[in-house]
T-cell receptor, first 111, second 113 residues
């Protein structure tokens, strides 16, 4: 069974640009979660999508947004990139109310 | 919102000894507590989890205990091996698993040969 897959592996942007990160969940999983893992800050919850709807978001500004598609894949969009957005962005998927399984992440670097 | 504190930040133990990592949480509504292991450059992997209706759970060399009254939970690893070296994260959720997780800042476990 394929795990959670994320693309791209690395993404380099400059300040003010927009970034789009993609996630394909484990087959059959309907929930997708996004987390930011910045150096020294641990993992911080960004967004939760289930059945195509945004169910909850963490303490991040509105320039962090996303969506979930009918096939349950998801994308995370970050607008007006700032230097502090440099981090590893992890996607996780689960069946509702079941453990979350993570992908390998997208390393976003802001120059 | 929920806040999870994790201690220690670094733990060094001799191979074969036991390791204990402790976490406290602030929201009494939290009811799901997973533990993840993250090796350098790899994805976090779930190693064990516990729900609030259970006080203890064990899986081979790994066990987790939960004290709801004190709002703390702990990870116990017995007979540590070199492959146990990694960063371990505790987390808590109020949604029984169906919500975003609030993570501790991690414990770097070093197994000395």
């Amino acid at each position: 069974e394929a795990g959670v897959t994320q693309s791209p592996t690395h993404l380099i942007k400059t300040r003010g640009q927009q970034a789009t990160l993609r996630c394909s969940p484990i087959s059959g999983h309907t929930s997708v979660y996004w987390y930011q893992q910045a150096l020294g800050l641990g993992l911080q919850f960004l967004l939760w999508y289930d059945e195509g709807e945004e169910r909850n978001r963490g303490n991040f500004p509105p320039r962090f947004s996303g969506r979930q598609f009918p096939n349950y894949s998801s994308e995370l969009n970050v607008n007006a990139l700032e230097l502090e957005d440099s981090a590893l962005y992890l996607c996780a998927s689960s069946l509702y109310n079941q453990p979350q399984h993570f992908g390998d992440g997208t390393r976003l670097s802001i120059l | 919102g929920e806040n999870v504190e994790q201690h220690p930040s670094t733990l060094s133990v001799q191979e074969g000894d036991s390791a204990v990592i402790k976490c406290t949480y602030s929201d009494s509504a939290s009811n799901y507590f997973p533990w993840y292991k993250q090796e350098l450059g790899k994805r976090p992997q779930l190693i064990i989890d516990i729900r609030s209706n259970v006080g203890e759970k064990k899986d081979q060399r790994i066990a987790v205990t939960l004290n709801k009254t004190a709002k703390h939970f702990s990870l116990h690893i017995t007979e540590t091996q070199p492959e146990d070296s990694a960063v371990y994260f505790c987390a808590a959720s109020i949604g029984g698993g169906a919500d975003g997780l609030t993570f501790g800042k991690g414990t770097h476990l070093i197994i000395q040969p």
